[in-house]
């Protein structure tokens, strides 16, 4: 079965700097998709941005940026250029296989101080 | 972009009713719904997967007695807890897929119940 894990259960950055949450994934698959979310207080799931498993170069979208490494089955997520309304939690999720289930990791708390 | 709607958004009913949950894709045809489970400061716990017009599958453990999920249409996905009991208390969170999910997944706000 296919599992993540998230060794960070906090983390807290200063507003304006760079932090990176860390998620490893365990699975047999070779095709598979990655998700990086983020639930605000709301808890509404936010996608942050998505890797596809045969795609080598890293997925960004703006001051989010994940470091992929296939062969490590590492997936880490880099935030620059904090901001206030980054706090949150963060969950790295993995799908793959024919039934598109997200399977998730237990989550990394975010702070952000001003 | 892709929006589901989730209704109620927070729901109290007294121990022993059935509490119905409403999940609706508003802007495209969910073929896959996912029901989820989430308890504070602990990650979703999937609960049961739902096609359009078959049954749905339910993660090992989930009573599908309990839980009942109905997936009509490529719109609608309810899930609907039986005999509540207060231990069903907790926030349940839907999500859908237009069938290919590795193009992304959109949740519902999600639904706080509390069996009193």
């Known amino acids: 079965a296919q599992t993540v894990t998230q060794s960070q259960p906090e983390m807290s950055v200063q507003e304006a700097e760079t932090v990176t949450l860390s998620c490893t994934y365990d699975t047999s698959e070779s095709d598979y998709y990655l998700f990086w979310y983020k639930q605000p207080p709301s808890r509404q799931m936010i996608l942050v941005i998505r890797?596809?498993?045969?795609?080598?170069q890293n997925a960004t979208e703006n001051r989010f940026s994940v470091n992929f490494q296939k062969a490590a089955k590492s997936f880490s997520l880099k935030i620059s250029d904090s901001q206030l309304g980054d706090a949150a939690m963060y969950f790295c999720?993995?799908?793959?296989?024919?039934?598109?289930?997200?399977?998730f990791g237990k989550g990394t708390l975010l702070t952000v101080n001003p | 972009g892709a929006v589901v709607s989730q209704h109620p958004s927070r729901v109290i009913c007294k121990s022993g009713t059935s509490v119905k949950i409403e999940c609706r894709s508003l802007d495209f045809q969910a073929t896959t719904m996912f029901w989820y489970r989430q308890f504070p400061k602990q990650s979703l716990m999937l609960m049961a997967t739902s096609n359009e017009g078959s049954k749905a599958t339910y993660e090992q453990g989930v009573e599908k007695d309990k839980f009942l999920i109905n997936h009509a249409s490529l719109t609608l996905s309810t899930l609907t807890v039986t005999s509540a009991h207060p231990e069903d208390s907790s926030f349940y969170i839907c999500?859908?897929?237009?069938?290919?999910?590795?193009?992304?997944?959109?949740f519902g706000s999600g639904t706080r119940l509390t069996v009193v």
């Open positions: 999720a993995y799908s793959g296989g024919s039934n598109y289930k997200l399977t």
């Open positions: 890797q596809e498993a045969y795609k080598q």
């Open positions: 999500s859908a897929t237009p069938g290919l999910g590795f193009y992304g997944y959109t």
